[in-house]
């Protein structure tokens, strides 16, 4: 387990991440969740980390709220992902270590973090499976296999 506290996020982050822009629609948002697994979207715009958008953040232009008592379907789904996107990111570097990164997912209550180097250039995503994809083979590696002396 001691092996697990020296890994980083660069070892096991997903470097291929698929994002969406900010001008991006709530429908094609929709889309874009129904066709993966994915619970969240990078914003990416310029190249730059601009928010996080998830499947709660889909519902938002669905809500009643006190303006609107009932959400009309067609201008929700015209909504943009600026409109309903989290602009204050939690995200992490390559060189983040994993337990760092647990960490902030236990605190925050997500099941990803964006990894992003010192311009907030996007670089991968670090998911909750990846951490105990890290730890498993952690487990595997300890105990140490000792010699013993035959009696």
Not at 137 to 142: D, I, T
């Amino acid at each position: 387990m001691y092996e697990f506290l020296q890994e980083t996020v660069g070892d096991y982050m997903t470097r291929t991440v698929r994002s969406v822009t900010p001008e991006t629609t709530v429908a094609d948002l929709y889309r874009l969740f129904a066709a993966d697994t994915f619970e969240a979207y990078p914003v990416v715009q310029d190249d730059t980390l601009v928010g996080m958008v998830s499947k709660l953040d889909a519902l938002k232009p669905f809500a009643f709220t006190e303006d609107q008592l009932v959400p009309h379907y067609k201008d929700g789904m015209a909504a943009t992902v600026d409109e309903i996107m989290s602009a204050d990111v939690i995200a992490v570097e390559s060189e983040t270590h994993l337990q760092r990164v647990l960490e902030l997912m236990i605190k925050h209550r997500v099941k990803s973090l964006p990894v992003v180097d010192e311009c907030k250039n996007l670089l991968g995503i670090i998911a909750r499976e990846d951490i105990m994809r890290a730890m498993a083979l952690s487990v595997l590696q300890y105990p140490p296999s000792l010699p013993f002396a035959e009696a």
